[in-house]
Every structure is written in C-alpha cells, then in structure tokens.
C-alpha cells in the first residue's frame, strides 16, 4: 500500500510532466476500476492538465476544459490506489500500448505537452482488485476525501489549526 510519501513524491512528479498537457487519450478496458463517474470519462479527452496534487492519500488530476460552455468548469480524475494499486509512467512512448505486466490493467492514460507525449498506466496488482478511479466536479464527492479532516502537509495548516484540534475530544487515529 503506498503510504503519504509516497503518494505526495508521486503527485509532485506528475505535477511537474503533467501541467499543462491535454488528455489525449482514456483508456478504459473494464468499467471495474471506475467507482464513480459524475462526468463520463470520455467527456475528459481533450481537457487539460491545471494540476496534480494529493489528498489524503488519494491521487487527484485537475481537468479544465480549453473551451467555454458547460464543459468549462474543472472535472477531477481522483485514483485510490488501495493496497496494490499501481501508476507506470512513460514518457515518449505513444506508439506502443502500455500494459500491466502482472495483475489487472484498470486504465492508460495518454497525455501530450510540448511535443512530448506521456503514458500513464494504472494497474492493480493483488488479488483483491482495490485500486478505484472517481471522475468527479469537486474532489470532496469521492466519501473517502469527504472524510479527511484538515491536511496536515498543507502550508495553511499551522500552530494555531493544531492547537484547536487538540482542544477537542477527538479520536487522533483509529486501531
């Protein structure tokens, strides 16, 4: 299971080759991975990258249309990798169709920037096929972020947001 640094080193570097590329291609060879889709993901080809962050431990893609019109507000590709989830990173690979070498192959996505093309490929690897895509109009739809409390990575969250959060009766952590 990929923990918090890893998931943050990870949304950092994709933020890095992915801003400002457009979806090119999504594919999706099984609807199983998809948990929920507010926006179909075919609606999502074309828009671009505005960012790529962190949520909890969920990987969130910031997709603005080019246009404007109803397809002009943002749209979030948001991927939980669960326990053996699974992101392949290619860069220059467009004519050759990445797949997972062992488990399931849940999406490839194609991006293009510059003149550089970029392969992300999504697969799940353990027997227990956990890793989940939500497409959603706000990260805060998918139940596992709406749950998080305040990100304690965020530069916002200071001294002051800590202190108020222990003046609570609360439980930090569960077992």
Known sequence: MPELPEITALADFLDEQLSGARLTQFHLPSAFALKMADIPHESLIGRTVEAVGRRGKFLVFEMVAVSQGADAEPAYLVVSFA???????????????????????????????????????????????????FIVRQPEE????????PDPLDPAFGLEQFSRLLTKRQQVKGS
């Not at 797949?99 to 999406?107: I, K, L, P």
């Not at 799940?124 to 890793?131: E, P, Q, R, V, Y």
């Not at 998918?142 to 409390?149: P, R």
């Open 83 to 133: 326990k053996s989830g699974w992101l392949w990173f290619a860069d220059n690979q467009r004519d050759t169709e990445a797949t997972a070498t062992a488990g399931y192959f849940a999406a490839q996505l194609g991006f293009s920037n510059n003149g550089h093309d970029y392969d992300v490929t999504l697969a799940d690897t353990g027997t227990w096929k956990g890793l989940a895509l």
């Open 142 to 149: 998918v139940h596992g972020i709406a749950e998080l409390g």
